[in-house]
């Protein structure tokens, strides 16, 4: 990374991707929980048993793929090629023009836009280019499969890297959105003071392995340590107006 980078003063945007980016209801969530769920079944452990790892590490750890690797000596990258790899997100995704409009009209004299995933690096550039905003995300923080201890949203480590890989010094300077409320509470206890909940309220998705309506874990309008919830993307023009172009 240049000097140039690390120097740069403007404040940053970090975007989730998965189901943020994108609305849960194009069903990417469905098909991921199945090839996770063939993936521990493809490792000799009966339905039952597979659920409820799937859905342990899901909750211990962020990602089930972390429990498999610490548990079961997986190889990352494999599971990312049989899971995330095979997803046809060509049939389950279309450019966004209200996406890459919201995206274009963020002033990059004020910030920069970077995506903060727990994918590995081939499918968060999949997902963009599909969604026609790869050339508005100036770079994107992921979780390094190729490094069997890699870290991942919640950890702190995760966001502290996101940090140093950026050249951010200051937390408070980060914004903040992701569909998670554990990613978003634990961002915002390390003093990332713009952090937004994207809760699309009501919709059924499925979290660890099991089917959840989205907002089930959340207050109406702002959640603990008032963190901002919006259902819709384009609501960033009203929590963040000092980001957006006049």
């Known amino acids: 990374m240049g000097a140039s980078e690390q120097q740069d003063e403007r404040s940053i945007v970090w975007l989730d ?16 929980g199945e090839r996770i769920h063939a ?31 610490r548990h079961h000596q997986i190889d990352p990258l494999d599971f990312d090629r049989k899971c995330d790899g095979s997803l046809p997100l060509e049939e389950l995704l279309k450019p966004d023009p209200v996406l890459r409009k919201l995206l274009e009209d963020i002033d990059r004299t004020k910030v920069r836009v970077w995506g903060l995933t727990n994918a590995y ?40 890297n996101a940090m ?18 554990n990613n978003v509470k634990a961002a915002r206890a390390l003093g990332w003071d713009h952090c ?30 008032g963190i901002a919830v919006i259902t819709k993307l384009d609501e960033l023009r009203t929590v963040w107006p000092e980001i957006f172009k006049q």
């Open 121 to 160: 690096y081939t499918h968060a550039n999949r997902v963009l280019r599909i969604l026609g905003v790869d050339d508005l995300v100036e770079n994107v923080v992921f979780c390094d499969y190729s490094n069997p201890d890699f870290n991942c949203k919640p950890e702190p480590e995760f966001f502290q």
């Open 164 to 181: 140093k890989i950026a050249g951010v010094t200051d937390p408070s300077q980060c914004y903040f959105i992701d569909d998670s409320l």
């Open 17 to 32: 991707i998965d189901n943020t980016l994108y609305s849960a209801s194009a069903g990417i969530s469905h098909a991921m």
């Open 196 to 225: 937004v909940h994207f809760c699309e309220r009501g919709l059924l998705h499925v979290e660890g392995g099991k089917p959840k309506y989205i907002g089930s874990d959340s207050q109406d309008s702002v959640a603990d340590d």
């Open 39 to 69: 993936y521990f079944v493809g490792l000799g452990l009966p339905d039952d048993e597979a659920s409820k790892l799937h859905h342990r590490y899901y909750s211990q750890y962020g990602l089930a793929i972390r429990g498999l690797v």
